[in-house]
């Protein structure tokens, strides 16, 4: 199997077994009646290969998948993840018996061709606003079951993790506000609550910019904003000397993040790169050995 797990796998995806175990259940169901036609003792060798560029991700996924169902199967990576790999590229031989290969071919390259193509999407953005010094954040904007997975695979492509859940940051939108009755007092109490957890605020005008950069929470977050209100925000925030990161967000695209990012933002928050999610287009495919 693949060799050892990647240190941005051990911290986001402690569920994976149970990740790869609850697909095999959703497709194997009480058992695989069409692997059942080839001979049990029948082995094979099977190639995966890739039919565009991208940025591979997920081989640990792959790899226990084929794990779960015979630990005698034999995967060989030519490439691991966050490597760029190219249109007609071999990605993995996989050496054992057809009838579990057969079997878990279809999880195997789900998780595969997901996780790259999440991978492919954040890389993509991260090359766009190279140079500027900007970060790209993911939002929670995932598939339901799989938010570790995504996030370690946007990691792989190059972008960096916002937040993982509603555990890890305090983020006051347009409802914490209305419900706490201010800007101002919706960050106290975050503070007051959730000692030592980052404190994010959204705001939507240059008014209450001014407000929440009062109120000093960690990072702000400029929902929405003009290209020319980023630019003021930003220049704003630097006059005040003071320490607080500024966020863009909302109608991030391919076409306009490189604008956004030369306004002088720290970070971007993209939805897309887990949301719009184009799965990598792969091929498997198996030659009888024995």
Same mark, same amino acid.
């Given at each position: ?18 990740? /790869? ?104 953005? /991260? ?137 002088? /933002? ?25």
């Amino acid at each position: 199997m693949h060799g050892g797990r990647d240190s941005r796998l051990a911290i986001l995806t402690p569920d994976l077994d149970a990740q /790869v175990a609850a697909a095999l259940r959703e497709d194997v169901g009480s058992g695989d009646v069409t692997a059942a036609l080839v001979p049990e003792d029948q082995h094979v060798e099977a190639r995966v290969i890739t039919r565009e560029d991208a940025v591979l991700c997920g081989t640990a996924w792959f790899d226990a998948v084929f794990r779960a169902l015979d630990r005698d199967i034999r995967v060989t990576w030519s490439a691991a993840d966050g490597e760029r790999i190219a249109q007609g590229a071999g990605l993995c031989r996989v050496e054992g018996r057809a009838r579990p290969i057969l079997t878990g071919e279809r999880t195997a390259l789900n998780f595969l061709q997901t996780l790259s193509g999440t991978a492919t999407a954040a890389r993509r953005y /991260v090359d766009a606003v190279e140079g500027t010094g900007c970060t790209i954040l993911d939002t929670r904007k995932t598939l339901p079951g799989l938010r570790l997975a995504q996030k370690y695979a946007v990691r792989c492509g190059g972008a960096q993790n916002h937040r993982l859940g509603l555990h890890d940051r305090v983020l006051i939108k347009e409802n914490h506000i209305a419900a706490a009755g201010s800007i101002t007092a919706a960050i106290a109490a975050g503070r007051r609550l959730s000692p030592g957890v980052p404190v994010e605020v959204e705001v939507e005008t240059l008014g209450e910019l001014g407000e929440a950069l009062t109120a000093l929470p960690d990072v702000i977050m400029l929902d929405e904003f003009s290209h020319a209100d980023l630019r003021a925000a930003v220049a704003r925030n630097r006059a005040l000397g003071q320490p607080v990161k500024l966020e863009a967000s909302g109608s991030v695209s391919l076409e306009t993040i490189r604008a956004i990012a030369e306004t002088g /933002v720290d970070y971007i928050s993209v939805g897309a790169i887990t949301k719009h999610l184009h799965a990598l287009d792969l091929s498997m495919r198996v030659t009888v050995t024995s």
